[in-house]
């Protein structure tokens, strides 16, 4: 079975700064996706970055970007020059593919990141 | 593109009572998933179609749970007699299930707080 381990509850960063979020995870699956998604308070879920597990090359989307470590899978999210608007829970998914197809997601319990004026 | 729509945004009931939400896919996705987020928690996954072929169900459905999604485009979630246990936000979830790339949209989640 997919785990997914976030191990830092909450962080906090000074607007402008760099912040790294860490995320494990698990499956005996050789054809994967890794997700991070961001929650703001009371708002909906949406994507932040996802990294196909068998691109070597780390994802990047602006300011966001992961570190891929596949041997240890261990994917990690750098946000970069953080933003007022960054703050939200964020989370860490895999999700596995059969035969092509996108299953469901398996979700961390999320850090819940803060970032101070 | 309109985005994953789900009603109610909140639901009150007391225990015991039944509840039925709906969920509107994005428009092209034939692939709609529900997952369950507690507080403090990640969504946990529930179910999922493609189509209106249920594929997977989570051992999390309990018998109380029933989803259905007659026509392949709106799914609706059922909970019969509802225990304080069930309180919880549900998540709608859509993709488009034969590009194997896309991720997952979501919408703003009913939820629900049991009496």
């Known amino acids: 079975a997919q785990t997914v381990t976030q191990s830092q509850p909450e962080m906090s960063v000074q607007e402008a700064e760099t912040v790294t979020l860490s995320c494990t995870y698990d499956t005996s699956e050789s054809n994967y996706y890794l997700f991070w998604y961001k929650q703001p308070p009371s708002r909906q879920m949406i994507l932040v970055i996802r990294?196909?597990?068998?691109?070597?090359q780390n994802a990047t989307e602006n300011r966001f970007s992961v570190n891929f470590q596949k041997a240890a899978k261990s994917f990690s999210l750098k946000i970069s020059d953080s933003q007022l608007g960054d703050t939200a829970m964020y989370f860490c998914?895999?999700?596995?593919?059969?035969?092509?197809?996108?299953?469901?997601?398996?979700f961390g319990k999320g850090t819940k990141l803060s970032v101070k004026p | 593109d309109t985005g994953v729509s789900q009603d109610p945004r909140h639901k009150i009931t007391k225990r015991g009572q039944n509840v039925t939400f709906r969920c509107d896919p994005i428009s092209e996705h034939n692939r709609l998933y529900w997952y369950r987020q507690t507080l403090g928690q990640g969504p946990e996954f529930l179910t999922y179609?493609?189509?209106?072929?249920?594929?997977?169900k989570s051992r999390l459905l309990s018998d109380r749970f029933s989803a259905e999604r007659p026509k392949g485009s709106f799914s609706t979630l059922e909970i019969q007699r509802t225990e304080q246990g069930d309180s919880a936000m549900y998540l709608c979830a859509s993709s488009d299930g034969l590009l194997s790339n896309q991720p997952q949209h979501f919408g703003d989640g009913t939820r629900l707080s049991i009496l």
């Open positions: 179609f493609q189509n209106e072929a249920q594929l997977e």
């Open positions: 990294q196909e597990a068998y691109k070597q």
């Open positions: 998914a895999s999700g596995e593919h059969y035969g092509g197809s996108q299953g469901n997601l398996i």
